[in-house]
């Protein structure tokens, strides 16, 4: 989408502190960026199926979910509105909220700061 961008863990890049680094990757489909935070808005989670499978068969990591969002300055909204999410390809086909397993799929703002990733829906 156009003025989008795609963000996804960096599967081999984590700083000495255990802090995730995440890849920015840009409408074009270059990464433009690392960072280890970022905020998001209008945002669609997406997990693709094949490569999904080919991490089940392979027991091996690749690239296959990311957050596509508009990329904001800045944090917008109250921790108490947040939910906490995740994903795991071995436990969920998509990203859920860790409190309670449910799948989710878009989120209004999604905040990533090193390990954890917050989305107000």
């Known amino acids: 989408m156009k003025n989008h961008v795609q963000v996804y863990r960096n599967i081999n890049k984590t700083l000495p502190t255990g802090v995730?680094?995440?890849s920015v990757r840009?409408?074009?489909g270059l990464v433009k960026k690392h960072v280890e935070s970022?905020?998001?808005k209008d945002c669609k989670l997406r997990?693709?199926?094949?490569g999904r499978a080919r991490v089940l068969a392979e027991k091996r990591?690749?690239?296959h979910a990311y957050i596509q969002g508009k990329e904001t300055e800045g944090w917008m909204g109250q921790w108490a509105a947040s939910v906490e999410i995740t994903y795991n390809p071995y436990k969920y086909d998509s990203f859920v909220v860790m409190e309670t397993g449910e799948p989710i799929h878009e989120a209004h703002t999604v905040m990533i700061v090193g390990k954890r990733i917050h989305a107000w829906l």
């Open 20 to 22: 995730h680094v995440y």
């Open 26 to 28: 840009g409408d074009d």
């Open 38 to 40: 970022i905020y998001l």
């Open 47 to 50: 997990v693709g199926e094949k």
């Open 61 to 63: 990591k690749n690239v």
